[in-house]
C-alpha cells in the first residue's frame, strides 16, 4: 500500500511564499511523474506542475517563474516551492504520483489548504 502525504499548506499574504511538500511512504514502489494539482471553490481540478521521472518539467502558465516543482527521489518527495503568490493561487493542492507496483497507478494526496490573502 502506497500513501502520499502532504504538507505545507497554510494562510499567507498576498506576495509571500509557501513551501509543499509530499512524500510517498510504503515499500515495493517505483514512481514515475509526481505533480501538483489544485482546486479552487466552484472551479476544476487543475494541474499545476509536474516533473517526470528523467526530470523534465511543466507549469500551468499562470504559475511560470512564479512557482518551482522539484523531487528528491531518494526520499520519494515531491516539493511546490510558490513565491509571489496571489489571492487567485487560493486553493486545495493535492499531491499526485503515478506509480508502479504490479502494474502503474495513479495516487493522489489528502490535499493542502492554500490561502492566499490581499
Known amino acids: 500500500q502506497v500513501q502520499l502525504v502532504e504538507s505545507g499548506g497554510g494562510l499567507v499574504q498576498a506576495g509571500g511564499s509557501l513551501r509543499l511538500s509530499c512524500v510517498a511512504s510504503?515499500?515495493?514502489?517505483?514512481?514515475?511523474?509526481m505533480g501538483w494539482y489544485r482546486q479552487a471553490p466552484g472551479k476544476q481540478r487543475e494541474l499545476v506542475a509536474s516533473?517526470?521521472?528523467?526530470?523534465?518539467?511543466d507549469y500551468v502558465d499562470s504559475v511560470k517563474d512564479r512557482f518551482t516543482i522539484s523531487r528528491d527521489n531518494a526520499k520519494n518527495t515531491v516539493y511546490l516551492q510558490m513565491n509571489s503568490l496571489k489571492p487567485e493561487d487560493t486553493a486545495v493542492y493535492y499531491c499526485?504520483?503515478?506509480?508502479?507496483?504490479?502494474?502503474?497507478?495513479?495516487?493522489w494526496g489528502q490535499g493542502t489548504q492554500v490561502t492566499v490573502s490581499s
Open positions: 510504503g515499500s515495493g514502489f517505483s514512481i514515475n511523474a
Open positions: 516533473i517526470s521521472s528523467g526530470g523534465n518539467i
Open positions: 499526485n504520483a503515478l506509480i508502479t507496483i504490479w502494474r502503474q497507478q495513479n495516487y
